[in-house]
């Protein structure tokens, strides 16, 4: 169930951070690709928890 939901959490999460990335105007290559990969990371536990609330269900 954790990873199903980390594939549209993790995606999501990693979008809005290139957003932000981008709307600071850091539109250099680095930024935006750390800014994907803080993304993805939190995404994990959001996933779980996520995953976690809907099992308690």
């Known amino acids: 169930m954790t990873s199903l939901l980390y594939a549209v959490v993790g995606t ?3 979008g809005i951070g290139v957003i932000v990335a981008v709307t600071m105007n850091m ?3 680095q ?3 750390v800014a994907a990969v803080i993304g ?3 995404a ?3 996933s779980w928890l996520i ?3 809907l099992q308690e269900l």
């Open 12 to 14: 999501t999460l990693a």
């Open 27 to 29: 539109y250099d290559v």
């Open 31 to 33: 930024s935006i690709v």
């Open 40 to 42: 993805a990371i939190v």
């Open 44 to 46: 994990l536990p959001v």
């Open 51 to 53: 995953a976690r609330k």
